[in-house]
């Protein structure tokens, strides 16, 4: 389908959701950034936020007696680098697990800058028994878009690097396997531009009382249930070359229960704690996965269990400074086929264990300090030892 043609029928998509929003003139817009870093080889002179997000919602009444439904929009984009998973087959889409004779595409890095837009509509039925204000079940019907480029290093353009292009030869021609087909890849093919959507419904139980604060401790069940479906025939095919024709099928299951609270005179949080549990099953079928959809080391299902412990340090200066600790053991089974082989004949299993602690301290809603600090005891189908990990972030938010 031609890329005109597509992109007309996307915006008469996201239109067709904007309907109902029009029925209410009130609106707010919210953004915030995701992350501010120095960008790829020093884009923006390290002032260039890589990762930025922008929402638009609406709240109008829409189902007689009920709460108002939420209309949404949320644009993202990011540039940065990625690396080419080498681990496939990119003619069969064969594991390096099951062969280690396959035919590899290079482990090498490219630039890969991309955006999406993603456009819901939410409505509520019933009521919370622990939050008065809060729906009891609430249906959420969407559509999600995303665009992607694979291009060179931004390196390579630099006076006197004589690195050699990835997907190009000297003369500007592509360079093999970039010249044919990639089964397994199919995002790498052709001319690197990748425009994926899919449409989604999801479900949720809500009996899990409000916390208008992230200070405060959590108490309740929640239970979501998801489906997401991306056709080849909903605009997913360019050129002769499909990028998208699969299903996603999801449940997660969490609960949590306070163990204590201390309160200030003022009514702030002075320390509390509360115990979390959660369970995921999660499986991607179909012929063709995108790249942003591929389940964890290509396993088409998912079984995870956390189980953790959340202690809030005091409230200061202001209701929304504070630091907490969260103590994470994580469990996850794996298994199934291999997402984009051809055929579909490997059958894996591998288990995945570890043990995490994440301190992160909030200041004034709008700045976020994380340090995160790990041991996986059980890596899965990779043959290597177990290990300690790190990592930190400092983060910016911005509301209007």
Same mark, same amino acid.
């Given at each position: 389908?031609?890329?005109?043609?597509?992109?007309?029928?996307?915006?008469?998509?996201?239109?067709?959701?904007?309907?109902?929003?029009?029925?209410?003139?009130?609106?707010?817009? !919210?953004?915030?950034?995701?992350?501010?870093?120095?960008?790829?080889?020093?884009?923006?002179?390290?002032?260039?936020?890589?990762?930025?997000?922008?929402?638009?919602?609406?709240?109008?009444?829409?189902?007689?007696?009920?709460?108002?439904?939420?209309?949404?929009?949320?644009?993202?984009?990011?540039?940065?680098?990625?690396?080419? *998973?080498?681990?496939?087959?990119?003619?069969?889409?064969?594991?390096?697990?099951?062969?280690?004779?396959?035919?590899?595409?290079?482990?090498?890095?490219?630039?890969?800058?991309?955006?999406?837009?993603?456009?819901?509509?939410?409505?509520?039925?019933?009521?919370?028994?622990?939050?008065?204000?809060?729906?009891?079940?609430?249906?959420?019907?969407?559509?999600?878009?995303?665009?992607?480029?694979?291009?060179?290093?931004?390196?390579?353009?630099?006076?006197?690097?004589?690195?050699?292009?990835?997907?190009?030869?000297?003369?500007?021609?592509?360079?093999?396997?970039? *010249?044919?087909?990639?089964?397994?890849?199919?995002?790498?093919?052709?001319?690197?531009?990748?425009?994926?959507?899919?449409?989604?419904?999801?479900?949720?139980?809500?009996? *899990?009382? *409000?916390?208008?604060?992230?200070?405060?401790?959590? &108490?309740?069940?929640?239970?979501?249930?998801?489906?997401?479906?991306?056709?080849?025939?909903?605009?997913?095919?360019?050129? !002769?070359?499909?990028?998208?024709?699969?299903?996603?099928?999801?449940?997660?299951?969490? #609960?949590?229960? #306070?163990?204590?609270?201390?309160?200030?005179?003022?009514?702030?949080?002075?320390?509390?704690?509360?115990?979390? &549990?959660?369970?995921?099953?999660?499986?991607?079928?179909?012929?063709?996965?995108? #790249?942003?959809?591929?389940?964890?080391?290509?396993?088409?299902?998912?079984?995870?269990?956390?189980?953790?412990? &959340?202690?809030?340090?005091?409230?200061?200066?202001?209701?929304?400074?504070?630091?907490?600790?969260?103590?994470?053991?994580?469990?996850?089974?794996?298994?199934?086929?291999?997402?984009?082989?051809?055929?579909?004949? !490997?059958?894996?299993?591998?288990?995945? !264990?570890?043990?995490?602690?994440?301190?992160?301290?909030?200041?004034?809603?709008?700045?976020?300090? #994380?340090?995160?600090?790990?041991?996986?005891?059980?890596?899965?189908?990779?043959?290597?030892?177990?290990?300690?990990?790190?990592?930190?972030?400092?983060?910016?938010?911005?509301?209007?």
């Amino acid at each position: 389908m031609p890329m005109q043609r597509r992109a007309v029928l996307t915006a008469i998509a996201i239109v067709l959701l904007l309907l109902p929003a029009a029925a209410d003139p009130s609106y707010s817009l !919210s953004a915030y950034i995701s992350g501010v870093s120095q960008g790829v080889d020093g884009i923006g002179f390290g002032l260039f936020p890589i990762g930025t997000t922008f929402g638009f919602e609406r709240l109008f009444p829409l189902v007689p007696g009920e709460r108002d439904a939420e209309f949404q929009v949320e644009m993202s984009f990011a540039f940065n680098n990625r690396t080419i *998973d080498s681990n496939y087959d990119y003619q069969t889409g064969l594991s390096i697990w099951f062969d280690r004779a396959i035919s590899r595409l290079p482990a090498a890095t490219y630039f890969n800058p991309r955006a999406s837009i993603d456009v819901y509509l939410d409505q509520g039925f019933g009521d919370n028994p622990l939050y008065a204000d809060g729906s009891l079940v609430n249906l959420r019907i969407g559509f999600n878009a995303r665009y992607s480029m694979a291009l060179e290093r931004v390196d390579l353009s630099k006076a006197g690097n004589d690195d050699e292009p990835l997907f190009v030869d000297s003369g500007g021609n592509p360079r093999p396997p970039f *010249d044919g087909r990639l089964p397994a890849y199919p995002w790498l093919e052709g001319n690197r531009q990748v425009y994926t959507d899919y449409l989604y419904l999801d479900a949720y139980l809500n009996l *899990d009382r *409000d916390t208008p604060t992230d200070a405060e401790t959590e &108490h309740g069940l929640s239970l979501d249930l998801s489906f997401d479906y991306g056709p080849r025939w909903l605009f997913n095919e360019s050129s !002769s070359i499909v990028q998208s024709d699969f299903w996603r099928l999801e449940a997660y299951l969490e #609960e949590k229960m #306070e163990l204590f609270t201390v309160y200030q005179d003022n009514g702030w949080n002075w320390v509390n704690m509360y115990i979390g &549990h959660s369970n995921t099953f999660r499986y991607t079928g179909g012929d063709v996965i995108p #790249e942003n959809m591929l389940p964890d080391d290509r396993l088409r299902a998912m079984i995870a269990d956390r189980i953790w412990l &959340h202690f809030t340090g005091p409230q200061f200066l202001a209701g929304d400074c504070f630091a907490f600790i969260e103590i994470n053991l994580y469990n996850t089974l794996m298994f199934g086929g291999v997402a984009n082989e051809i055929g579909s004949s !490997s059958f894996a299993l591998e288990l995945q !264990s570890s043990l995490s602690v994440r301190v992160q301290v909030r200041l004034f809603g709008f700045i976020r300090l #994380e340090y995160q600090v790990g041991y996986d005891f059980i890596r899965g189908i990779w043959p290597e030892y177990p290990r300690w990990w790190q990592n930190a972030a400092l983060s910016f938010y911005v509301s209007v």
